[in-house]
């Protein structure tokens, strides 16, 4: 039996709770079933250092339609049910040193299922927040501030470097 609610969870399907849902529901021809679950946290935190599985085309294979596994180092920003939205750096090198840096449409935003994402521990979390003016992430070096309409007192990204300079924050 599938249980979705178990998708993405940091139990990863090995509580309590699950077991005795499959076992109620044994026999009765359910395949697939969603439930409430107090216990279901998710398996990734904001700020937690991981490292995205991705695919690029191998142009040695291309004309077999063959493509090749790229890993990034990345943080994780949501977890939304079974998938992550977390964050690489544009133009970030690959981890196995293929030659593949990071080549994205967007500013480094990716969506990836949780089955291609693993946590890194050899790389410290960052405290991940968002900007409360422009909604960016001060902390991933994104600052989405318009100097010529952004007050200082309002943009998290300047309060952050003040403090880190032991300065005042303005607001």
């Given at each position: ?10 139990y ?16 009765l ?5 969603k439930?409430?679950c ?68 967007g ?65």
């Amino acid at each position: 039996m599938k249980t979705l609610t178990c998708n993405g969870c940091a139990y990863d399907g090995a509580c309590e709770r699950q077991k005795d849902k499959r076992a109620a529901l044994r026999g009765l021809g359910i395949t697939t079933v969603k439930f409430i679950c107090k216990e279901r946290r998710d398996a990734f935190a904001p700020g937690q250092p991981v490292i995205f599985t991705t695919y690029v085309v191998d142009e040695d294979e291309a004309y077999r339609g063959g493509s090749m596994a790229v890993r990034y180092a990345g943080y994780a920003v949501q977890q939304k049910g079974a998938k992550l939205v977390g964050f690489i750096k544009p133009e970030e090198p690959d981890l196995d040193e293929e030659g593949f840096p990071f080549d994205t449409k967007g500013r480094g935003f990716v969506k990836m299922p949780i089955k291609r994402v693993a946590a890194d521990p050899s790389r410290e979390p960052i405290a991940l927040s968002m900007c409360s003016w422009c909604g960016d992430y001060p902390a991933l070096g994104l600052c989405g501030k318009d100097p010529s309409w952004t007050p200082d007192s309002k943009c998290d990204a300047e309060n952050m470097a003040r403090a880190d300079e032991g300065g005042p924050s303005r607001g």
